[in-house]
């Protein structure tokens, strides 16, 4: 089992790194960066969790914007890390109003990792590295 507190350290390092790339690199740079390293063996149930929960609890302390897109990066790099596979889904759709928003979610192999909780009312645009 993942232990809990060097885990935390890494989510934090993690998630301000994914959020310094999204700052200061275009689109396309952090698409090829996340379309890197492919291989690697699904993550499990547990350990998919561990990252999810260490992420999302940054996620909602750090005084910096660390939405979706950020957080499921961080989870991708962490789970990258360990050698697992780490594919993350961009996607698109339509709010209320009518207006376009994107989500951002990781998945390793089947396992959902981070932000695949309501993935069905988004249009999959591409996934990072492709499947």
Not at 5 to 22: H, T, V
Not at 49 to 75: D, N, S
């Amino acid at each position: 089992m993942i232990r809990r507190l060097p885990l935390l350290a890494e989510a934090l390092a993690m998630l301000g790194l994914a959020s310094l790339l999204i700052a200061v690199l275009s689109f396309r740079r952090v698409a090829a960066l996340s379309a890197g390293r492919a291989s690697g063996t699904p993550a499990t149930e547990p350990q998919a969790r561990a990252i999810a929960r260490a992420v999302a609890a940054w996620g909602r302390r750090v005084p910096w914007r660390a939405v979706c897109f950020q957080q499921g990066l961080a989870a991708q790099l962490m789970l990258r890390r360990r050698g697992l596979a780490a594919a993350l889904h961009y996607g698109a759709a339509r709010d209320e109003k009518g207006l376009l928003i994107a989500h951002v979610w990781v998945r390793s192999g089947d396992v959902d990792v981070i932000g695949c909780e309501e993935t069905e009312r988004y249009g999959l645009l591409a996934v990072f590295p492709r499947t």
